[in-house]
């Protein structure tokens, strides 16, 4: 396995991700959203598996301050690789398989 969480240092969900990886013992790579934000490799790679929608979090100020939800789908787009603070965290990838949010269920199959 190889485990990537891509998430943030004040999300609650992300720090309930890393534990639950601890707890198991099973090895993985923490990436800060926030400071280095996502290739755009690994964000074609996410979004194929899980859609745009869910990677964004609409709940954020920056999601009202940047007026996300009246600008095209491209702009969108480009924003929230230029605005990586967007991105509902945390993000874990194995290999192919991603998910968003925490989801111990899916993640214990990956085992």
């Not at 992300?14 to 923490?30: D, N, V």
């Not at 598996?49 to 869910?54: D, I, L, M, R, Y």
Request: hydrophobic fraction near 30%; proline fraction near 6%.
């Amino acid at each position: 396995m190889n485990i990537q969480i891509f998430g943030s240092s004040k999300s609650f969900d992300t720090k309930k991700a890393q534990r639950w990886f601890k707890e198991r013992r099973i090895p993985f790579q923490y990436i800060d959203v926030p400071s280095k934000g996502l290739s755009p490799r690994e964000y074609q790679s996410v979004k194929q598996k899980v859609g745009f929608e869910a990677l964004v979090d609409t709940s954020s100020r920056a999601y009202e301050s940047l007026y996300m939800a009246y600008i095209t789908p491209q702009a969108q787009e480009e924003t929230l690789l230029e605005h990586p603070e967007l991105f509902r965290t945390p993000i874990v990838r194995n290999g192919r398989e991603a998910t968003v949010g925490y989801c111990p269920d899916v993640w214990s199959k990956w085992e």
